[in-house]
């Protein structure tokens, strides 16, 4: 009589069983691992409110057309302790106080809205608690009482490379 060596015993002592299984459950540890990453370490690029979003950009477009209206022009100095603004323009700008809003461009966490405070003839300043390092999408603006912008202007700065922006 021939033995038959496919039933020679339990399945899982069997060559081929693990030969056919072991990549699939490989495949499936890696699934699971990379579907984890995935959910734990999400990024904030895309948002969830695309209407107010929307609304925001129509009020953004006003407010740079009141800026490109007062001919404004700003400079931006970075250094490890301080920001100082200066800026310039048809009119003189009369707020004590602008708001600068630094947009990290993948990591929402790192975002800062700092204030500005006038330190001089169309100079503002702000001390920094910690350095900054990095690339920066930059927006400065005016605010009237009711918190709502009167001009606005945007550059972006890579402090690896320069230590000075200039917003339009």
Do not use: C
Not at 1 to 27: C, N, R, S
Not at 72 to 77: D, G, I
Not at 88 to 104: N, R, V
Request: glycine share 6%; charged share 25%; proline share 2%.
């Amino acid at each position: 009589m021939i033995k038959d060596e496919i039933h020679e015993g339990p399945w899982y002592k069997q060559f081929w069983a693990w030969f056919i299984l072991t990549p699939l459950l490989v495949v499936i540890a890696a699934s699971s691992v990379m579907v984890t990453i995935a959910f734990k370490q999400k990024q904030d690029v895309v948002s969830d409110d695309y209407y107010k979003i929307g609304k925001m950009i129509n009020q953004s477009f006003d407010s740079q057309q009141a800026a490109k209206a007062l001919g404004l022009n700003a400079e931006l100095y970075f250094d490890k302790t301080a920001i100082v603004l200066s800026a310039s323009g048809k009119e003189a700008i009369a707020d004590d106080d602008l708001l600068l809003f630094l947009s990290h461009p993948v990591d929402a966490k790192r975002d800062h809205y700092l204030t500005l405070i006038r330190s001089g003839e169309n100079t503002w300043q702000v001390n920094l608690k910690q350095a900054l390092s990095g690339r920066w999408y930059l927006r400065l603006s005016s605010l009237d009482d009711a918190g709502i912008e009167r001009w606005r202007m945007q550059g972006e700065i890579d402090l690896g490379n320069a230590a000075r922006a200039t917003l339009h």
